[in-house]
Nanobody
Framework: QVQLVESGGGLVQAGGSLRLSCAASGRTFTYYTMGWFRQAPGKEREFVGAIRWSGGSTYYADFVKGRFTISRDNAKNTVYLQMNSLKPEDTAVYYC??????????????????WGQGTQVTVSS
């Protein structure tokens, strides 16, 4: 059974940094894409970024380019979302997701069949 467990959320001041982790278990993820999404109150879930487990190609939403970085640790089966220069508008529940997405489909939440429980990120002004 696939399990994705996020951690690392919390409260941070604007301009600060957080690193989220997503520990994956339950299957071989070699040909999977790991995505990060977020959902703020009253808003739809939106794509933040993704990384292909094999090869490590990364994809980012325009609003996080230059501030957020996604990486992976194959030995630990863990994906990370390093968030720098955080803004109050980054406040949301952050989710990691996994599935065998193509490059053209990484940004659509409905293409991911496995989801973590989410971790709250709150950025104060």
């Amino acid at each position: 059974q696939v399990q994705l467990v996020e951690s690392g959320g919390g409260l941070v001041q604007a301009g600060g940094s957080l690193r989220l982790s997503c520990a994956a278990s339950g299957r071989t993820f070699t040909y999977y894409t790991m995505g990060w999404f977020r959902q703020a109150p009253g808003k739809e879930r939106e794509f933040v970024g993704a990384i292909r487990w094999s090869g490590g190609s990364t994809y980012y939403a325009d609003f996080v380019k230059g501030r957020f970085t996604i990486s992976r640790d194959n030995a630990k089966n863990t994906v990370y979302l390093q968030m720098n220069s955080l803004k109050p508008e980054d406040t949301a529940v952050y989710y990691c997701a996994a599935d065998s997405c193509s490059r053209a489909t990484v940004q659509a939440a409905y293409n991911y069949g496995y989801w973590g429980q989410g971790t709250q990120v709150t950025v104060s002004s």
